[in-house]
């Protein structure tokens, strides 16, 4: 046991030594203190059936959004989301059905051509 303590001490000692030797790593110190901006995407795929959408905005510690996807079992699922530094992290999710305007998927119609085999 008394081996092991020291061997601990050691390492830790060696830790330090060789962090006194380093120079100091530069830190960044350009960075905006109120960051601001908005994005937004929306994917609908009629061939894969894919149909999502994101939107987002952000002024200084002030994140609000929302998205969209529709799920597995062909619900729609949309989540509202705020953050903030009094009230944290904050979502409320809604459930329903899949308005018309997102197509369903295009089924592919016939055999797929298979090359002939040569060998």
Request: proline content about 11%; some cysteine; aromatic content about 10%.
């Given at each position: 046991?008394?081996l092991?303590?020291?061997?601990?001490i050691?390492?830790?000692?060696?830790?330090?030594?060789?962090?006194a030797l380093l120079?100091?790593?530069?830190?960044?110190?350009?960075?905006d203190?109120?960051?601001?901006?908005?994005?937004a995407?929306?994917?609908?795929d009629?061939?894969?059936?894919d149909s999502?959408?994101q939107?987002?905005?952000?002024d200084?510690?002030?994140?609000?959004g929302?998205?969209?996807v529709?799920?597995?079992?062909?619900s729609?699922?949309?989540?509202f989301?705020t953050?903030?530094?009094?009230?944290?992290?904050n979502?409320?999710v809604?459930?329903?059905p899949?308005?018309a305007?997102v197509a369903?998927?295009?089924?592919?119609?016939?055999?797929?051509?298979?090359a002939p085999?040569?060998?």
């Open positions: 046991m008394a092991l303590k020291s061997l601990l050691s390492c830790a000692l060696f830790a330090v030594i060789e962090c120079p100091g790593v530069p830190v960044n110190t350009d960075f203190p109120h960051p601001q901006y908005a994005y995407y929306n994917v609908q009629a061939i894969t059936g999502k959408s939107q987002e905005v952000r200084g510690d002030v994140v609000k929302s998205y969209s529709v799920d597995a079992d062909g729609l699922r949309t989540v989301y953050a903030d530094p009094i009230n944290g992290f979502a409320v809604q459930r329903g899949v308005p305007a369903a998927p295009v089924p592919v119609v016939g055999p797929r051509p298979v085999f040569l060998g």
